[in-house]
């Protein structure tokens, strides 16, 4: 892809924390509620008002982060990060936060999103001599803000901040402070909080979700809006507009899969936005059925929402092993389906002889969709109904989802009648765009919809879409 360094984007959690002695292991808790956003790597990086320090590694938050790790990030301040991309030996390189020395002092930087001018900029900063060492976007923000001539941080980092295009919800650590900033269109989440300690001091902490503030007893208190740079330091918080706000670009598939129900993300909460889509899914395309089944737990919110609608009962009939790592010992002979077996499990006599709804959150390639409806069939049912609580997915996204290209993504190739034909489905229906508008009440257009209609709200990408490059990560 033109726009990314490396050709694949990152789905990321972020989180921030100035002013808590315990700073570490709140970030840690804090990552532990965000490792549904990425489990391939995880970092947190402190200051202690002198050093940085700094410990990342691969693998999932609770066995990165051992007592003895944390005891060795000490300070009162700290960000940290959750990563998901694809596997390959630059990994642990591209795990983040990002740390270095430079003339602003010792920084370190961690981000969502997707910086699609990257490459040129990263191509620009090596012509000037700059070094990279890692083939994320997210290093060239550190290389930008190391050459601003602006001699305050804030003043380098807006600097920066300025020549990015595309998606980024970034926190940076530095010696004294923390500075947190949404890029102008709003694509990925930022929420802030505080967190009263038992002395009466207020800790301030930013997170990619909510949900991250529950776990520490944090309060939310609203997003960094979208084009604002949020500092705070031993002077207190500061909020500056460091560019005007674009046309707001939520990301929408937050609400429909990527976050978590119990969180609140853009100011609303996703498990009523979910419901929401399981209601109108049922109102535009109903089915006489016995049950309605969810694919968990993608698919449970918009199920429940569905059976509530349709008054048709809703089943949990599918279990789902929430054990599965990333590596398990293959069987030596062939078992069909073996990958989403290890996974989902049914229940056969809720199955058996019924008229089965199925519902999940999306269809991707159609592979999954695929292996669920016969497994739902080889369990008895007598018809299986497939509904997807969100438009067809046809374009590949640039701004910080895990998409494939355009060519792997079997509804920008295939009519509904043909992903019905392939999922093996007696009936297939999606939710429509005018219906998601209306899930996650956006009334006022404030919502990125590309995924499900190939318009992207920023120009490079639609230069990128048209001489389709957009490749899997
Ligand atoms: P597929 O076999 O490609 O159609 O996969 C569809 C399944 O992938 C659905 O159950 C979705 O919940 C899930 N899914 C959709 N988008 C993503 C994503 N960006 N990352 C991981 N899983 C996803």
Not at 420 to 433: G, H, K, Q, W
Request: with cysteine; glycine share 8%; net charge negative.
């Amino acid at each position: 892809m033109k726009g990314s360094v490396d050709g694949f984007r990152d789905e990321c959690g972020v989180f921030a924390i100035y002013g808590h002695s315990e700073a570490s292991n709140l970030a840690y808790l804090g990552l532990y509620a965000l490792q549904h956003r990425g489990q391939e790597s995880a970092g947190i990086a402190t200051s202690d008002g002198r050093d940085i320090h700094c410990f990342k590694s691969m693998g999932h938050v609770a066995d990165i982060f051992t007592p003895s790790v944390i005891s060795e990030l000490p300070g009162d301040t700290a960000i940290g990060h959750t990563r998901y991309s694809t596997a390959g030996d630059t990994v642990l390189l591209n795990a983040q936060p990002f740390s270095v020395a430079c003339n602003k002092g010792r920084i370190a930087v961690a981000h969502n999103g997707n910086i699609t001018n990257a490459l040129e900029l990263r191509q620009d900063l090596e012509r000037e001599g700059s070094i990279f060492q890692a083939s994320s976007d997210t290093e060239v923000v550190l290389h930008l803000v190391a050459r601003s001539r602006e001699r305050t941080l804030s003043g380098a980092l807006r600097d920066a901040l300025l020549q990015l295009e595309g998606a980024f919800s970034l926190v940076f650590l530095a010696q004294n402070r923390i500075i947190v900033a949404r890029d102008p269109y709003g694509f990925r989440p930022l929420a802030m909080g505080r967190l009263v300690q038992p002395d009466g001091r207020v800790a301030h902490v930013f997170a990619s979700e909510t949900c991250a503030f529950d776990l520490i007893d944090a309060e939310y208190v609203g997003d960094v809006e979208p084009g604002e740079m949020v500092c705070v330091g031993p002077e207190g918080m500061t909020r500056e507009r460091y560019t005007p706000a674009r046309k707001r670009s939520q990301c929408v598939f937050e609400h429909v899969y990527f976050s978590r129900p119990d969180s609140i993300v853009f100011g609303r909460s996703v498990q009523e936005s979910r419901e929401n889509l399981g209601r109108l899914l049922a109102r535009e395309s109903p089915v006489d059925a016995d049950v309605v089944v969810p694919v968990p737990d993608s698919g449970v919110a918009a199920a429940l929402g569905y059976a509530d609608e349709s008054g048709i009962p809703f089943r949990q009939a599918l279990i789902r092993n929430h054990y599965v790592g990333r590596t398990f010992i293959e069987p030596s002979q062939a078992i069909r389906d073996f990958g989403v077996k290890l996974k989902l499990n049914p229940i056969r006599h809720l199955i058996e002889g019924k008229r089965v709804i199925l519902v999940d959150d999306s269809i991707v390639r159609g592979t999954t969709s695929k292996k669920i409806v016969r497994m739902v069939r080889n369990a008895g049912a007598r018809e299986v109904h497939m509904r997807v609580s969100c438009p067809p997915t046809i374009s590949p996204c640039f701004y910080g989802v895990d998409t494939p290209s355009k060519g792997e993504l079997i509804a920008a190739n295939n009519s509904i009648e043909e992903i019905r034909a392939f999922v093996e489905a007696d009936t297939l229906a999606y939710l429509s765009l005018p219906a998601l508008h209306r899930a996650v009440r956006d009334d006022k257009g404030e919502y990125c919809y590309s995924c499900y209609t190939g318009d992207y709200p920023t120009k490079l990408v639609q230069i990128e879409e048209m001489v389709g490059v957009g490749t899997r990560r």
